[in-house]
């Protein structure tokens, strides 16, 4: 780590291991400072220890930063969801998984209900991915069994640049030691502008997509409760289900191949890890603003019809 002295200079030096004699010395003081400074500002209930992978802390390193910190839960961001960290030793407060989102093909899994902080995470290399992935990524999540999207890059683009000024490469490339392999953010919303960051088209579509995320759920939590469907109406509660069910199966088509042969790149289920011009050329001819303005309207009107 780095050292400040008190006369302005530096110094890096070499910290003891948590559980080694006076390896927690320096970390107690740190948060408690920490809890002190988020308590003023009502967030000290929202304070995560992270962040694990694949690759966890011994039982003694956890062991000893559950004491330095007052006992934090964990942040989890891996392959697999894991319900314990160390048999209970500690807690997760929050997790973002690869293999373990399930998906919604064909009917909402209504992820948007759970009471887990559990989010669904691609490693994959987004930034190449067609626009409809970032516009529908949300949707994709809280439908399937995710209550949102996990681990997406901001500014996280390529910033470090060869010995012709091109950029070849991000940060975590930079510092071997800080690489995830299969677990990094691969993935930048924004891009670098002449003066900060900026939004990308990548970003646009991400945000449009949240925000249509929140009328879905207007819409889907009106129809899948029985006291609130019943002030819908038949009439109502129906063309909501439709609009769902067509916008689950456009989604998923707008992501698939549709085409067949040998390769993996056209397998059905080939789209989490690579791109489909096929489907992406159907989606983007599928009247989905159409498709927007129609969720926008239902949440709309099943608003007017609650009274809320």
């Avoid at 970390?27 to 400074?37: A, I, N, Q, S, Y």
Wanted: charged residues 25%; glycine residues 10%.
């Amino acid at each position: 780590m780095t050292l400040f002295q008190a006369d302005g200079n530096t110094e890096n030096i070499m910290l003891q291991d948590y559980p080694e004699p006076g390896g927690k010395e320096p970390w107690k003081p740190l948060f408690d400072e920490l809890r002190k400074r988020m308590a003023k500002r009502g967030l000290e209930s929202a304070m995560l220890m992270g962040m694990v992978s694949d690759f966890w802390p011994s039982k003694e390193q956890a062991t000893a930063l559950k004491e330095v910190s007052g006992g934090l839960p964990w942040i989890n961001a891996c392959h697999y969801y894991q319900t314990t960290f160390h048999d209970g030793l500690a807690g997760f407060g929050y997790q973002a998984s690869y293999f373990s989102t399930k998906h919604g093909y064909g009917r909402n899994l209504l992820g948007w209900r759970s009471k887990e902080m559990h989010a669904a995470f691609d490693r994959v290399q987004l930034d190449n991915m067609p626009v409809n992935r970032w516009r529908l990524i949300a949707e994709q999540s809280i439908t399937g069994s995710a209550i949102g999207i996990g681990r997406l890059g901001a500014d996280n683009w390529f910033a470090v640049k060869d010995k012709n000024g091109v950029r070849k490469a991000r940060a975590m490339h930079r510092y071997p030691t800080a690489d995830w392999g299969y677990l990094n953010a691969n993935s930048s919303a924004l891009a670098a502008g002449p003066a900060g960051p900026v939004a990308t088209m990548r970003y646009e579509a991400l945000r449009e997509g949240v925000q249509e995320c929140e009328a879905l759920i207007c819409v889907e939590d009106a129809v899948t409760d029985s006291a609130k469907r019943a002030k819908l109406g038949d009439e109502l509660a129906a063309r909501c289900e439709a609009a769902l069910k067509e916008r689950n199966w456009c989604m998923w088509r707008g992501y698939g191949a549709m085409q067949s042969g040998p390769r993996a790149s056209v397998d059905c289920t080939s789209w989490r890890e690579r791109c489909s011009p096929t489907g992406y050329t159907w989606y983007i001819e599928s009247d989905w603003q159409e498709r927007s303005e129609t969720i926008y309207r239902l949440a709309g009107e099943v608003a007017k019809r609650l009274g809320s």
